[in-house]
């Protein structure tokens, strides 16, 4: 399986934008891009997925780079609650993939 | 909707003895994913079930047995429970990897 890179860490302040970078430099073309973050002590939160192009929901954007070896989740208003660890996982269409997990990146915001 | 519940959300088992932990998922997916998370870790996957009536093993099975027996529930079984399955267990549901996963609240149990 494909996989990802991410900092350890990242901090921000509150209502400031906040971009968090993920390396995937192999990449498959049937490689979706997936986002989840967890609170703590809470379950795991699905925040956005993408193939190619960018994409905007309630929560988040994801721009994805041309040659989709690297993306960025953009928070456009970090709040005290985007507090969380960030996961960037590669999820293959085929009908086993699955959702693998690495260690994240811990987004800290301050007030 | 509810989404993915698990049940139960708290439990204290002793060395040696059997649990079962149940999800259930009312959105109509067909693939349901058991993991565990230990303290400061990620998410492992134990078993997974990509339909109803299908199993497979993931990252960390051994200790662990599980069955889909319908659609809408995915059960893991500790058959002889050990201190090393202390953790927060977490249900998930997909209909496939165009979509998002949807996860439960998770299950802590603790084995002493």
């Known amino acids: 399986d494909a996989k990802t890179t991410q900092p350890n860490s990242m901090e921000s302040n509150e209502e400031e934008p906040v971009h968090l970078p993920c390396n995937h430099s192999?990449?498959?073309?049937?490689?979706?891009i997936h986002w989840y973050r967890q609170l703590p002590s809470q379950g795991p939160e699905y925040v956005i997925h993408?193939?190619?192009s960018n994409v905007n929901n309630r929560m988040a954007s994801l721009a994805i780079a041309e040659d989709r070896k690297s993306s960025t989740l953009i928070l456009h208003r970090a709040t005290l609650r985007d507090a969380a660890v960030y996961y960037c996982?590669?999820?293959?269409?085929?009908?086993?993939?699955?959702?693998?997990f690495g260690k994240g990146i811990t987004l800290s915001v301050r007030p | 909707n509810a989404g993915v519940t698990q049940t139960p959300k708290f439990r204290v088992l002793k060395t040696g003895q059997s649990m079962t932990l149940l999800c259930a998922q009312d959105m109509n997916h067909e693939y349901m994913y058991w993991y565990r998370q230990d303290p400061g870790m990620g998410l492992r996957l134990i078993h997974y079930s990509v339909g109803e009536g299908t199993t497979a093993k993931g990252e960390v099975p051994d200790g662990y047995n599980v069955s889909r027996l319908k659609k809408q529930n995915f059960l893991l079984g500790l058959e002889s429970a050990a201190p090393s399955q202390t953790s927060v267990y977490f249900c998930?549901?997909?209909?496939?990897?165009?979509?998002?996963?949807?996860f439960g609240s998770g299950t802590r149990l603790t084995v002493v």
């Open positions: 996982i590669l999820l293959n269409t085929g009908a086993n993939s699955k959702l693998t």
């Open positions: 993408g193939l190619t």
């Open positions: 192999t990449i498959s073309g049937t490689d979706y």
């Open positions: 998930a549901s997909s209909k496939g990897a165009y979509y998002g996963y949807t």
